[in-house]
């Protein structure tokens, strides 16, 4: 098409995973919380005053930032919040990366393929290292990659490894002054946070969402924790971007959301003892299970090919996540849903088997 250009017609764009309308699927596919958002939530929104929606909301999100601060422990000057962590995370790249050899960024080969995307679209140089044989991350090679810093997804995303706060603290202190961008997204389930490390080193950004365990993947709200100078530089990039990426219905939600640690407490933990029972479940099934430490399961190796097992439990009625490329197509990437949910899945995949 004559019209587009040289990026738009050539780039590879993310693929975010189905949302099967009609059909009703056991969905364990996108990493979405089984239990719904905590009654505050509820309330918020049947309190929701439409006048709220006449005026554009406020610019820096302030409000919502001043309630994330209080629950991360840190100053309001220290957060950013933007539309779902992927934007956060869009914007990183702009932020504290050039678009030269040796000052880009630096991941691992398995791990968020948005990363890839995103280094793309904004033509910063991307450095991948693959995993260790047992899919914790090569520190060592890291540390020998030249960059303007790294992105670790902690617990790491599809293997669901996690990385301890102590061994990300000696990352820190051995990468001098490269940028270590901790992508949280499913830390919540795991309980090893870095943001308390922010305040010991000024090259680290945590990035968290409100998608995974507050159970809001719909409402869109993710933020980065961090120095002032780095968010500083946040806002920069969004004010050329979008100047209002947090709309008043998920300001309100969100903030209700924060004021419910005990209902959260109580859902992740729930998910977390499931998980350990359906990966005990799949490796009593001859699977190859990595520990994982968030809420989902990477399972693979077995009798059956990942795109088989896709194939099979989507015929089923039960969603999972695959992906054909070389890496990760021995495996699937199956999301932690209700018991219910999860003994569907493990019943079907008992049948698949036989
Ligand atoms: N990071 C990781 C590792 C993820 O898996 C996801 C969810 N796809 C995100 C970030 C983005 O989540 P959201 O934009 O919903 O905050």
Do not use: H
């Not at 189905?18 to 905590?38: D, I, S, W």
């Not at 990363?115 to 090569?138: C, H, K, R």
């Not at 004010?239 to 640690?261: G, H, K, Q, T, W």
């Amino acid at each position: 098409m004559q019209y587009l250009s040289d990026k738009a017609r050539t780039i590879a764009p993310y693929t975010a995973g189905e949302q099967p309308a009609g059909r009703t699927f056991v969905k364990l596919n996108t990493n979405e919380n089984p239990y719904p958002p905590a009654p505050a939530v509820a309330a918020a929104l049947a309190g929701f005053s439409t006048e709220n929606l006449r005026r554009y909301p406020e610019p820096d999100s302030g409000m919502l930032r001043a309630a994330i601060a209080a629950a991360e422990g840190v100053r309001p000057e220290n957060i950013f919040c933007g539309n779902g962590s992927d934007e956060v995370l869009a914007l990183c790249f702009p932020a504290f990366f050039n678009p030269r050899e040796g000052e880009g960024a630096c991941f691992a080969d398995i791990t968020y393929s948005f990363y890839q995307v995103f280094a793309a679209f904004f033509g910063i140089p991307a450095t991948t290292v693959p995993l260790n044989a047992d899919f914790s991350f090569d520190f060592e090679a890291f540390r020998a990659v030249k960059c303007r810093g790294f992105f670790l997804a902690n617990p790491n995303a599809p293997t669901g490894v996690g990385v301890p706060r102590e061994e990300m603290r000696s990352f820190l202190s051995s990468v001098g002054e490269r940028l270590v961008i901790a992508d949280e997204a499913y830390m919540d389930f795991y309980g090893q946070s870095c943001v308390p490390l922010t305040k010991e080193f000024d090259n680290l950004l945590v990035v968290k969402t409100f998608s995974k365990s507050y159970a809001l993947a719909g409402i869109r709200c993710g933020y980065a924790v961090g120095a002032k100078d780095l968010i500083d530089g946040l806002f920069r990039m969004k004010d050329c971007f979008n100047s209002y990426p947090v709309d008043m219905v998920c300001r309100d939600v969100c903030i209700a959301a924060l004021s419910e640690r005990e209902y959260y407490r109580r859902t992740i933990s729930l998910v977390c003892a499931e998980r350990e029972r359906v990966r005990e479940a799949l490796l009593g099934m001859g699977f190859t299970v990595p520990e994982s430490r968030a809420n989902f399961l990477f399972a693979g190796r077995a009798k059956v090919s990942g795109k088989t097992l896709y194939e099979r439990l989507k015929a089923a009625g039960v969603l999972v996540r695959f992906w054909d490329v070389p890496v990760l197509r021995d495996f699937c990437r199956i999301t932690v849903g209700t018991k219910e949910d999860n003994e569907s899945l493990l019943k079907e995949i008992a049948d698949i088997l036989a």
